[in-house]
């Protein structure tokens, strides 16, 4: 299984700032993908990351709001823009596991005050 | 919405009784697969079953699937209080190289 990391764990941000979520991963994969939960709700797809090309958004999600990079196989970034406080939740990392599972970072809480 | 839905919301129960929680999705799907959460953090997979399988068993676990119904359950036997979590189901749908999680399941079990 991969080893996921994403940093910061949880942070406080004013409104109208940026944050950039880093996701590491301990070995190669193709594929990544960011997911946003707001609090008490399920995981909502914000795109799919793969290297050496442009992040696919999904319905909802545009590039402007939550640029990515995707700069090698092993690392990815998220930033989420001109925050508000909707844009409070649980940010996750994951990857492409064995027969088409996903393995989980541990998250990252972002309140925007 | 593609999401799937998942019922109950919340369920308790004590120590050793049996959990079950229901998922239905809406579109075909290669796969579907359970998921649990421990408070907000990352999410660990627990098991998958496929399209062509009716029931699947991993330890204290037993997943079913009909597609006919679009339908999945998932049973957890002998509970335990570190079986505290929340449940997702997760579909992954024809052609789309994703997962669409479903709403979930808050399960407290109790000593």
């Known amino acids: 299984s991969a080893v996921i990391s994403q940093k910061p764990s949880r942070d406080i941000c004013q409104r109208g700032t940026s944050l950039t979520i880093q996701c590491q991963v301990d070995?190669?994969?193709?594929?990544m993908f960011w997911y946003r939960q707001q609090p008490g709700q399920s995981l909502t797809l914000i795109a799919t990351?793969?290297?050496?090309?442009?992040?696919?958004?999904e319905s909802g999600f545009v590039i402007d709001k939550f640029p990515i990079s995707r700069p090698n196989l092993t690392f990815s970034t998220l930033t989420v823009s001109n925050m508000s406080p909707e844009d409070s939740s649980i940010y996750l990392c994951?990857?492409?596991?064995?027969?088409?599972?996903?393995?989980f970072g541990p998250g990252t809480r972002l309140l925007v005050l | 919405s593609q999401q799937g839905e998942e019922d109950p919301q919340a369920l308790s129960i004590q120590e050793g009784e049996n959990a079950t929680m229901n998922c239905s999705y809406k579109?075909?799907?290669?796969?579907l697969q359970w998921y649990r959460q421990n408070s907000g953090r990352g999410l660990v997979h627990l098991i998958l079953?496929?399209?062509?399988?009716r029931e699947k068993h991993s330890g204290r676990l037993r997943v079913t699937l009909d597609t006919s119904k679009k339908s999945s359950s998932l049973l957890i036997t002998a509970s335990r209080a570190a079986d505290t979590a929340s449940y997702f189901c997760?579909?992954?749908?024809?052609?789309?190289?994703?997962?669409?999680f479903g709403t979930g399941t808050r399960l407290q079990v109790f000593p």
């Open positions: 997760a579909t992954d749908v024809w052609f789309a190289d994703k997962l669409i």
């Open positions: 070995s190669q994969v193709t594929m």
């Open positions: 994951s990857v492409e596991g064995r027969q088409e599972t996903q393995y």
């Open positions: 579109t075909s799907i290669n796969n």
């Open positions: 079953i496929r399209s062509n399988e």
């Open positions: 990351a793969n290297q050496g090309s442009e992040a696919t958004y």
